[in-house]
């Protein structure tokens, strides 16, 4: 199964910002439905975020709202996650996940506190 690609992850303190990316291969339009989920060390892969009904409606975890932001760009063919005011606890590797597409291999974030 074709798998997406994630990309933008890195090390930051607390308080930080990152910008993760998702590469779509394919018109991003198609794609109806797309996620981000994290799996910290130790823990089960966990939802963060995700873009439903062709990004009409947009859901976010508790741990995530009014800190991580989702956005489709439709010209890049990304999904996008921005994060802000991070805390060492959204440390992790972050993965993306779309209707049709298998799990890419991740991109990892290192929070400091």
């Known amino acids: 199964q074709e798998q997406l690609v994630e990309s933008g992850g890195g090390f930051v303190q607390a308080g930080g910002s990152l910008r993760l990316s998702c590469i779509v291969p394919?018109?991003?339009?198609?794609?109806?439905?797309l996620g981000w989920y994290r799996q910290a060390p130790g823990k089960q892969r966990e939802f963060v975020a995700s873009s439903v009904r062709g990004g009409n409606l947009t859901r976010y975890s508790a741990s995530v709202k009014g800190r991580f932001t989702i956005s489709r760009d439709n010209a890049k063919n990304t999904f996008d996650l921005q994060m802000d005011s991070l805390k060492p606890e959204d440390t992790g590797e972050y993965y993306c996940?779309?209707?049709?597409?298998?799990w890419g291999r991740g991109t990892q974030v290192t929070v400091s506190s």
């Open positions: 394919r018109n991003i339009s198609s794609v109806t439905d």
């Open positions: 996940l779309g209707s049709g597409y298998g």
